[in-house]
């Protein structure tokens, strides 16, 4: 729990997130830790975990979802099929929604919205899909409200995003090559509305070209705007935003 209240939030790598709740709740949206090349190591193990969430079926996103569930035993939310592969490896507490949803969980509200990308993996030498990628908006029990996009590229709908729900805090890939990059998180920035932006999906591998810095160029022009720039295993609270 933040020393204020707040929600407090740590960027583990790529599009990895841990968050601690105002009371005290963790969450972790895309478990992938043991094998992201940019997670700390002293961060690679979790102490406590309430929630989890993962946005889509591809290893960098959940390699570590089964794992983690059978660990840590946290309440799991996930798109319908992917919830269905969950249940099948033994994870009991795997409610599957889909777009549009949402969901109430000890008084944090998730809802699932839409992503452009695609979803599935390999396992045993077979390819399964994974159910449509995906993004979160999670309003947490004081009101503040957090977009994390999941993998995306840019789309017209992001304008609706930013009006239902107006996020307080946006969380978008910036890397380019499998997500958008710095030129279309700029324009969707500008599609949301929002003011407060954390970079994610940059720096794990060397196609991701995208970086914060280019981000700041491109979004020059918006008045008020804060890219909020961390590194694998830095924090910031709330009140710092």
Known sequence: MSSDGGVQITWLGHATVRIETPTGKTVLIDPWLQ???????????LKKLDLMLVTHAHTDHMGDAVSVARQMKPAVIAIYEFCEYLTGKGIENCTGINKGGTIEWNGIHVTMVDAVHSSGFEEDGKYIPGGAPAGYIIRFENDFTLYHSGDTDIFE???????LYQPDLAMLPIGDYYTMGPRQAAEAIRLLGVRRVIPIHWGTFPLLTGTPEQLERETGDIAGLKIITLHPGQSVSQRDL
């Open 35 to 45: 094998g992201n090349p940019a997670t700390p190591d002293d961060q690679k193990q």
């Open 157 to 163: 709908s992001m304008r609706l995003i930013g009006r």
